[in-house]
């Protein structure tokens, strides 16, 4: 019965979490994210503004949170999933990249508004971090050598490369700006993703390398 209420509460919170980010990006894809308030975000996902503060420290947040929803579980998820023929670099770059271009990326519109907003820009990149402990996981399941350090540094370490990537995908330059003002992302984000990943493949395979012989030892 206990287990029961624990997954009911956990449903619960997915179906609020969920709420509360769609009512952000539909309310400021229709205002404008200047004239979207906590309150208002609240109002429309049917909670108070202190439930809201549960899960969201700011409008920016559960903005950008409509269009990376539960990215890293699924990026870590995916690292598991790999088959053991598939090296832990190749799982890693792989997942990342997948998980980053799937087909149900954000939208245009979505896209545009996160680009042509310093605020959302910066929150979007910031969002990089939370890969961080779901892949510190993956990562440690997959080496099994009982080195929690090696998992940690090296999951931080993919998700600077991925703010890296995100940061010059979405720079905002002269010859990417439009007539209008808006901003379009520059570069291919696959091709980014793969040259700022590319540097921990030799970290990646050498901490895999050692769990297999302690494994043999």
């Not at 975000?41 to 049917?46: F, N, Q, R, S, V």
């Not at 799982?91 to 271009?101: G, N, P």
């Amino acid at each position: 019965m206990t287990t029961r209420r624990t997954g009911l509460r956990e449903q619960k919170k997915q179906a609020t979490r969920e709420a509360l980010r769609a009512a952000a990006l539909r309310l400021a894809l229709e205002r404008g994210p200047d004239n979207v308030r906590v309150d208002d975000i609240a109002e429309a996902a049917g909670v108070s503004p202190r439930t809201y503060n549960n899960y969201f420290s700011s409008r920016e947040q559960a903005i950008v949170a409509a269009v990376t929803s539960e990215r890293e579980a699924r990026v870590a998820a995916a690292v598991a999933d790999r088959p053991d023929g598939v090296g832990l670099a190749d799982a890693v770059i792989e997942a990342i990249v997948d998980q980053y271009t799937a087909s149900d990326a954000p939208g245009r519109d979505a896209l545009l508004l996160i680009t042509t907003r310093p605020a959302l820009r910066d929150a979007f990149i910031d969002t990089t971090t939370a890969i961080e402990h779901p892949l510190t996981e993956a990562i440690a399941e997959r080496l099994g050598d009982g080195d929690p350090h090696t998992a940690r540094v090296l999951a931080a370490s993919v998700a600077a490369a991925v703010r890296v990537a995100l940061e010059q995908w979405l720079q905002t330059t002269a010859s990417s700006s439009t007539a209008s003002g808006l901003v379009v992302p520059s570069g291919s984000l696959p091709n980014l993703l793969h040259t700022t990943l590319a540097p921990l493949k030799p970290a990646l395979d050498a901490a895999e390398q050692r769990a297999l012989r302690h494994r043999h030892q």
